[in-house]
């Protein structure tokens, strides 16, 4: 459950990426970047992930990104993905949609 949520973040950042390049503006973006927005403030808050709580009383010690790229390169990701998020969202900002926002959902 733990992976399924970190790959729907995942999608998310890539969407919000995908419209900055393509300068489209939805409601589904909206919804990533709340998603990120949320997750964001909730890694502030936990000082971590706040789902290892549940992974580990579950029996599962090993930490996801550690399980995802290794224990060499886990610490980086959280910053990685931080700053990745961060741009992306920038990127969204400065570069206007070149037509008006499509109707989504």
Request: net charge positive.
């Amino acid at each position: 459950m733990h992976s399924a949520i970190g790959f729907a973040e995942l999608a998310c950042l890539g969407y919000v990426w995908w419209c900055g390049v393509r300068r489209r503006r939805d409601r589904v973006l909206d919804v990533a970047l709340g998603v990120l927005a949320v997750e964001g403030v909730a890694l502030a808050v936990a000082r971590g992930c706040p789902l290892g709580v549940f992974q580990r009383r579950a029996g599962d010690d090993v930490a996801m990104f550690e399980l995802w790229f290794g224990p060499r390169l886990a610490p980086y990701a959280i910053p990685f993905f931080t700053v990745a998020g961060l741009a992306g969202a920038a990127l969204v900002g400065v570069r206007p949609p070149d037509r008006p926002p499509v109707p989504s959902l």
